[in-house]
């Protein structure tokens, strides 16, 4: 397996991680070649720090005795970063490895991209190609067309390999939340121009923010605006039991990504598990995963603030028909898992065993 794991955690190394238990479960031996960088600062010192794994775990593919003939798993990343994963690819086929790639990325499926071209050629026709939903897989095949063997699995089967969260459905919508890595992409600066709506629309909804700051600046920036607002709380970086604390103290997760690259936020299906709905920027995949009966999803080219606003105060207004909200996204999240589950097993077991798998599927 090649790609980012945590620390640090954030969407596509709590996915890999998640790949790597379900394959341990199947019996395999899996090897990790981790190229996570070191933080979640994006700025490009950090990503260069990236060079020194990159080219070890190079290495160790082109040199390892036992890695010949074998599976290769490899996430891909939205952007540059494709360029060391072609070389991966290119080490992996001529060692007669089987490919698989996880695309976890809407950057190249809006045009063509160059340098996923030449990834998906150098993985050849041969490769699976695992994508987050049916849209997502139907862009790729369609935008390259080298791209033979398309399956598409959503996040949401990974959420239930640990204990079954229980879902609790909300009587009233009093307490909105926003979770994730908090920064300007995010959305987090939405998110509080919201809050302050809802405080200047006398609304009586308090906020709580969970998550690590990308970097000081952002850090700098939310806490001054936080203290100009009342009743919204930086809670802090949630794991493990005080995640499920914070999604029990939320009625509603606002998630106003801006993030371009966005496919299929974990935290959506996180929060719709715990019968939390979502409303969010319709981005990547979401708007697959979200609709009406179970959150909010803003078209992109709008303004964020008064759609949102205006779903809130219509819950805020009507408790019966936000509880049936509520009930409808755990609804959701189940019959997501359940359509998906049957092809992710088979993706394990070809992954495991060689077992074929179809072309096309999706």
């Known amino acids: 397996m090649v ?92 060692r007669g490895m089987r490919l698989f790639l996880h695309h976890h990325s809407y950057a190249y499926l809006g045009r063509f991209n160059p340098v996923t071209a030449m990834l998906v050629g150098v993985a050849g026709p041969n490769a699976t190609h695992i994508l987050l939903s049916p849209g997502m897989a139907e862009r790729l095949t369609r935008i390259y067309p080298a791209v033979r063997r398309a399956l598409a699995v959503s996040n949401a089967v990974f959420l239930v390999r640990d204990e079954p969260v229980k879902a609790m459905p909300r009587q009233r919508m009093r307490v909105m939340g926003f979770m994730g890595n908090i920064a300007d992409e995010k959305g ?7 809050m302050a709506a809802c405080q200047a629309e006398g609304l009586d909804i308090a906020a709580k923010i ?62 719709m598990s715990r019968s939390v709905p979502v409303v969010a920027y319709g981005r990547g995949a979401i708007p697959e995963i979200v609709d009406d009966s179970c959150g909010l999803v803003v078209d992109p080219e709008r303004e964020f603030v008064a759609p949102a606003l205006e779903r809130l105060k219509y819950w805020r207004e009507n408790p019966q028909r936000f509880q049936d909200v509520s009930e409808q996204a755990a609804r959701r999240f189940r019959e997501l898992v359940a359509a998906n589950e049957r092809r992710w097993q088979d993706v394990c077991a070809d992954m495991v065993g060689g077992f074929p798998v179809g072309r096309r599927s999706f």
């Open 3 to 94: 790609g980012a794991f945590p620390p640090p955690l954030h969407g596509m190394s709590a996915v890999n991680d998640a790949v790597y238990r379900a394959l341990s479960e199947q019996g395999a031996g899996v090897t990790v070649i981790d190229v996570a960088a070191e933080s979640l600062n994006r700025a490009l010192t950090a990503r260069l720090k990236r060079f020194p794994r990159i080219l070890n775990g190079l290495f160790r593919l082109a040199t390892t005795k036992e890695f010949r003939g074998q599976t290769l798993y490899m996430s891909v990343s939205g952007g540059l970063g494709q360029l060391y994963e072609t070389l991966f690819a290119c080490v992996g086929r001529a």
């Open 188 to 194: 987090i600066f939405e998110f509080l121009d919201l």
């Open 210 to 271: 969970a998550g690590p700051f990308q970097d000081r600046h952002t850090e700098d920036r939310v806490r001054v605006a936080i203290a100009k607002l009342p009743g919204v709380e930086y809670v802090g970086p949630k794991y493990g039991p005080e995640k499920e604390r914070f999604f029990s103290e939320i009625d509603v997760l606002v998630f106003p990504t801006l993030y371009r690259n966005e496919a299929e936020p974990v935290v959506s299906h996180e929060s």
